[in-house]
DNA sequence: TGCTAACCGAGACGGTACGTCCTGTCTTCCC
DNA sequence: GGGAAGACAGGACGTACCGTCTCGGTTAGCA
């Protein structure tokens, strides 16, 4: 028994005003130039209305995040039933995201947030990338099933080899990811290195 | 000619406190948590003296870390000749270090010093990963030389997977990689994930 | 025709309940550190009930001082026909009072609540003070009466001596005022400085 | 010895600028509307400027007054062989100045900073008041010399008794001590009340 | 040997943001 | 309609750091 509501409720016009602000600022400015204070004016908000429902800075960024805020929720590969096909469009998509300017400072600001000693970085990283390993995963099985790919592989290491080389890439920009690159690393998990020839 | 040395020099003494102080801070407390003030205390130094050499708390973070303060230095691939063995262990050998308490701090500090609005984080990864990239690539080459590597595949972009993975691992550590992921990532890329049948 | 009563009436519980707090927590912690949310807190309260009643901190306080809460009320000089006699006696009794902690904090507290610029300090000092003010005039001019004191002195001005001097020490609180103190002062206004001597 | 003076000296210019700023905004709106935020922006401080050398609002007032920002210094009472004249000219004076609209500010500014507990108010009293109150006892005394005033009477209660009454009527503020008045205290204090005549 | 320049530790400076506390108002459910 | 609870916008609190500055005091090369 959830002891009885009391008092006045918390307002949900402020909740989303907090998030939207701090989503805006963020993409504006970056994680580092972030401040609770700008947050609450923007909202239009005292500081304590914000204290009150997050305790730091990186859990409203944190929540700006998983709430679907900063950044467009579903984008899970289709399922056209060519696997090759669906991973390639998937991985340029991802890669034409992180290289405009909005997509590589939120993921900026997520590793920032994620940083932070008292952010559960785990549970913002399962949230945030985790929809995307786990659908990763789930259309490669789809793809073994359809016998286009071979059985046997760890399904896990190829998503994390696509969702890491894509983070590693949008976090150094030294240049982000292009469709070229994503097609070579599409190519290279497909057919491998090994050319069978063992070693002297 | 670079204007001749007038003055006192600088203390070597100082420039290594600083550093073997951030050092100390960032693996203690984070990079949040770390400070110009807390450095130049720890260091026994005045702020000046801090600022005479380093702009920013992120530039400090970096030169600790390249000048091998927060990481060993020289972790590349060996050559034994087998380049698949060679590959292996050096995956699990970086997987270890960054399934440490300490090594994960100092990749969630580089990264969030890299998020540092005013860092040249371009250039922080491409010292504190380009050498390992660099490597990979040049002992994939010369795998590819021996012949026990297909030609033709985008070297880089299997450096890419392989750093990025352990990237990501580390930053999300909801588990860090361990040595049968490191194995099972280097076993999808030798061998790919094509049948070879086409799809329907 | 004062409109006719309409819903629930207001609790005389929580109005005793708030002067009661108020009193308390002006004693214990002096004006500065009272505030409204203890004063509701600690009366069992909803600030709304507080502010239903009183505009402000300073109106609670001067409620609680002029009910009785923070003062025993009635301490006008006795009348025992010998006006010399109760005058010490009263002026005796309120440097007693007022030597105590208590009586000092209430008088700083006054003293306090009287320089909030939106109270009506006049009204507060009158309705604190002026009781005494006013009985000492009336003993005063009883004493008049009884050809005890000369006619024609300005008896208010005396008044104003005996509370002023009283308010001073305790505000001042060098060292509140003793007994003697008192009775000295008594002398003084009785028998006055003058020698009749005129300047030269 | 007092250690060794290090790292730079703290700044007489923001020293005098808060004194003067506190000043201004106490006068200009009374103690309790006095902010510590106010006072450094309008000395052009910052806030730490401040706290580094008081440690509170009341501080801050009190040097203020102390120091001669608040209240022109020397009000003590003339010699002019007449010290009739003159206690009644100094009484005049002084309530004058309390009954201008600064002189009442400064005077409830005090008494508010007085009652902050952690204000040393005993000193601040001392300081602020006491040296009228010595000056007082000193010309009460050259009049005893002088043959015009009797000797053997307690000057220090007759001090009070002056002073309590201005500080009295200042902060009770009904109605602040006209000139008429003035000369009915010094009036009474000089003749007495008493007719000689005993109780029955 | 003395001059001058650049360094050194220390710590104050004007600022900005922090996270907390309180104000006076409001909005909820309950009597 | 009053009452307890508690959220609301606003704003001051006192603290912590920022990056700069100003002290007295080294420590070097150059005269």
Same mark, same amino acid.
């Given at each position: ?6 008092? =006045?409720?918390?307002?949900? =016009?402020? *909740? ?8 805006? /600022? ?13 947050? $609450? ?27 679907? *805020? ?12 060519? %696997? ?24 900026? $600001? ?20 985790? &929809?995307?390993?786990? $659908? ?7 793809? %073994?099933?359809?016998? =286009?790919? =071979? ?32 097609? $070579? /690393? %599409?190519?290279?998990? /497909? ?6 020839? &063992?070693?002297?």
């Amino acid at each position: 028994m959830p002891a009885k509501q009391r008092g =006045r409720p918390r307002s949900p =016009r402020a *909740h989303e005003a907090i998030l939207r602000a701090a989503a805006e /600022l963020v993409v504006a400015g970056g994680y580092e130039r972030l401040t609770m204070e700008a947050i $609450a004016a923007r909202a239009g908000v005292g500081k304590q209305t914000v204290y009150r429902r997050w305790p730091s800075k990186s859990a409203v960024v944190a929540e700006a995040a998983l709430s679907g *805020h900063l950044v467009p929720a579903g984008r899970e590969p289709a399922d056209t039933g060519d %696997v090759v096909t669906d991973l390639r469009d998937w991985l340029r998509a991802a890669a034409a995201w992180l290289a405009e300017p909005g997509g590589a400072a939120v993921i900026r $600001a997520l590793a920032a947030a994620a940083s932070d000693r008292d952010t559960d970085s785990a549970r913002l990283y399962e949230q945030f990338t985790g &929809p995307f390993h786990a $659908a990763l995963v789930a259309r490669l099985a789809a793809g %073994v099933a359809e016998g =286009r790919l =071979r059985a046997g592989a760890e399904l896990g290491a190829v998503a994390d080899a696509l969702v890491g080389a894509l983070l590693y890439r949008a976090l150094a920009h030294t240049a982000p990811m292009t469709a070229d690159d994503a097609d $070579a /690393l %599409v190519d290279v998990l /497909l057919s491998g290195l090994d050319t069978g020839i &063992p070693a002297d």
